[in-house]
C-alpha cells in the first residue's frame, strides 16, 4: 500500500465510505474510500458515473499523489500550496473529471505562481487546456520579459509552434533583432542534439527553417552577430537574401522601465545611516552578488543643502577587474540611465534630516555576475556636501553583499535574478 493511500484512509472523513476511486501506479492498485455524496456534489462527471449501485471508478491516467490531491480538495476545499507542476498535473485532473472548483483553484494558483522561468511551459498548458486568462497573461509575460525568456531552458523544450507565436509577437522587449536571430538558432541547434542528428550546417538550418521567417533581417548588426563567435549562423546570415518589405511595424527594442510584476523584482538596502562625512572628490563602493542578475537601479545619498545637493555628483561608472560595465557623466547626454531627483525625510537621533536622493534607473541591460567583484566609483567636486556613511548589512538571504564593514554614498540596489540555465553558458 502506498503512503498516500494508507494517509489517506486514516484521516477522519466523517462516516463510512460508499464508494471506492481507483488507480493503477505501476504494480500497484491504488484505492482511495469516499462518499458518494461528496463526489456527486462536486462533479458531474462522478454525478453520472455513479448512478444505480455502482461501488467503484477506475480514473486511468492519473497518479496517486494527483489524486490525493483532487479529493482532498473534493472534501475540505482546500490544498497545501503545491509546486507549479504538481498544480498543472492537479488542472489536468479538474479538467478530466469536471471538477469546477478545483478548475479555478488550480487557474488560481498557476497564475500566482507565472514565473519568467515557466512562462513558456504556462502559455503551452494554457493553449492545450483552453484556459484564456492563463494565456493572456503568460504571452504577455513572455513578450513584456522576451529578453530573460528566450534565454531560459523552459524555451528549449516547448514547440516549434509555441516560439512561433512568442517570436511573431511585434512588441517582443528584447535588445535587438540579433538577439532574437541567435535565441532561434540556439534552438535549431539544441533540437538537432535531443534528436542525436549530426551537427551540421545543413541540419541546423533544416531545423531553423520554420523560425526563418520570424526575423526582421534588415534590423540584425552584423557586428553584434560575429560577438556571438557562432560560425554557422554568420555563414546562414551571409547567404540570406534580405527582403524589403517590414515583417514588424517598427525595430523590435528594449522598453524601459521592464513592464514586469514588482515581486520579480530584488530590493537590497545596504545598511544603515551611521555617519556623513565629506567624499574628498571620489569615493569607491566594492560589492558583489550571490548570483547572477540584471541591475536594475540603485540609489545614491547625502545631505540635502538647497542648490547644492542635486548636482553633487560630478560622475560615477562601475567596473570589475577586467571591464566597465556603465559609464555616467553629468555633462553629457545619457541613453542609458536616466537620473531621478528627489528630497526624503528620514527621522534620526539628532531629529528630522534632509537627504537628496540619486536614484539612477538603467535602460539598458548590464549583468552582473556571482563570484565576481565589483567597483561602483564616485566622483564630486562640490566640497560643502555631506554623504551618508552605512555600516554595511550583509543577510544570508541577500543577493547583495558589501565588501567593507562599513561604505559611503549607497543606500539600495535592485535587481532582477537571471536565468540559471541559459543558452549562453
Not at 84 to 113: E, F
Not at 258 to 281: A, D, M, R, W, Y
Not at 350 to 359: H, K, N, T, W
Amino acid at each position: 500500500m502506498l503512503f498516500v493511500e494508507r494517509f489517506w484512509k486514516n484521516l477522519a472523513q466523517g462516516g463510512s465510505s460508499d464508494v471506492d476511486l481507483i488507480t493503477k501506479y505501476k504494480e500497484h492498485v491504488v484505492k482511495f474510500p469516499c462518499h458518494k455524496r461528496i463526489l456527486c456534489k462536486a462533479s458531474v462527471f462522478f454525478k453520472k458515473e455513479l448512478t444505480g449501485s455502482k461501488k467503484c471508478i477506475l480514473l486511468k491516467n492519473i497518479e496517486p499523489n494527483i489524486m490525493f490531491l483532487m479529493v482532498s480538495f473534493i472534501y475540505d476545499g482546500r490544498i497545501e500550496p503545491t509546486e507549479w507542476r504538481t498544480t498543472a498535473d492537479l488542472l489536468n485532473a479538474a479538467i478530466s473529471y469536471k471538477i469546477p472548483s478545483l478548475y479555478n483553484y488550480c487557474v488560481g494558483s498557476l497564475l500566482d505562481n507565472l514565473t519568467l522561468s515557466n512562462a513558456c511551459h504556462l502559455l503551452e498548458l494554457s493553449m492545450a487546456y483552453s484556459v484564456s486568462i492563463l494565456f493572456t497573461f503568460s504571452l504577455k509575460l513572455c513578450t513584456n520579459g522576451a529578453f530573460y525568456v528566450l534565454n531560459t531552458e523552459d524555451f528549449n523544450w516547448i514547440r516549434p509552434s509555441t516560439i512561433e507565436l512568442i517570436a511573431s509577437q511585434p512588441l517582443l522587449n528584447v535588445p535587438n533583432e540579433t538577439y532574437i536571430l541567435y535565441s532561434l538558432w540556439i534552438r535549431a541547434t539544441i533540437d538537432n542534439c535531443r534528436n542525436n542528428i549530426e551537427l551540421t550546417y545543413e541540419n541546423i538550418v533544416r531545423n531553423f527553417e520554420p523560425y526563418s521567417k520570424l526575423i526582421e533581417y534588415k534590423d540584425v548588426s552584423e557586428d553584434e552577430l560575429k560577438l556571438y563567435e557562432n560560425d554557422y549562423l554568420m555563414q546562414y546570415f551571409q547567404n540570406v537574401v534580405i527582403k524589403q518589405e517590414r515583417i514588424y511595424p517598427s525595430k523590435r527594442t528594449m522598453q524601459f522601465p521592464l513592464q514586469l510584476p514588482q515581486k520579480f523584482f530584488v530590493h537590497c538596502n545596504t545598511g544603515e545611516i551611521i555617519s556623513f562625512g565629506n567624499l574628498q572628490g571620489k569615493c569607491d563602493v566594492e560589492f558583489s552578488v550571490k548570483e547572477s542578475v540584471y541591475l536594475l537601479e540603485f540609489f545614491i545619498v547625502c545631505r540635502y543643502i538647497p542648490n547644492e545637493s542635486k548636482c553633487g555628483i560630478d560622475s560615477f561608472w562601475i567596473e570589475n577587474d577586467k571591464n566597465l560595465l556603465l559609464r555616467w557623466n553629468n555633462t553629457d547626454d545619457n541613453l542609458k540611465l536616466k537620473l531621478e531627483l528627489y528630497k526624503r525625510i528620514a527621522y534620526m537621533s539628532e531629529g528630522a534630516v534632509e537627504f537628496q536622493v540619486f536614484q539612477f534607473v538603467l535602460q539598458d541591460l548590464v549583468r552582473l555576475c556571482c563570484n565576481t567583484t565589483y567597483y561602483l566609483r564616485i566622483k564630486t567636486s562640490n566640497t560643502k556636501l555631506l554623504w551618508a556613511e552605512f555600516k554595511s548589512k550583509n543577510a544570508s538571504n541577500c543577493l547583495l553583499e558589501m565588501h567593507s564593514v562599513t561604505h559611503k554614498c549607497l543606500q539600495n540596489m535592485t535587481f532582477l535574478p537571471y536565468p540559471l540555465l541559459t543558452s549562453d553558458e
